[in-house]
């Protein structure tokens, strides 16, 4: 995971103040719908069933949240095989940058 972090970081610059990483992707939706971040995302690729009640609460508070790869929410199954890394945030601009970043 350090390699994955090492990177992606240079990407963040101009888009993130700080970088913190903090091991759970469903905790750390929770601490952005809480709003103790302003941004999440993904390097590895998650299920959705293990972020479907945390990408709900972000959704609840009015936050943006997508998985940026195939496939998106809409379409993405639950069940334990798709994977697809995210990104979450307090609009759906700074998450298509997130992923942009993050896909370049």
Not at 17 to 35: D, P, V
Not at 75 to 82: E, I, Q, S, V
Request: glycine letters at 6%; one cysteine or more; charged letters at 20%.
């Amino acid at each position: 995971m350090t390699s994955s972090v090492a990177e992606n970081a240079a990407a963040m610059v101009g888009i993130a103040y700080r970088l913190r990483i903090m091991g759970s992707l469903a905790l750390s939706l929770c601490h952005l719908a809480a709003g103790r971040v302003d941004a999440v995302c993904s390097l590895k690729p998650a299920r959705s069933v293990d972020i479907a009640a945390a990408q709900l609460l972000v959704r609840e508070c009015g936050l943006a949240i997508d998985l940026f790869e195939e496939p998106s929410f809409d379409g993405a199954a639950l069940d334990l095989g798709a994977r697809s890394r995210v990104v979450a945030a307090g609009t759906p601009e700074l998450c298509k940058r997130l992923a942009e970043a993050l896909t370049n």
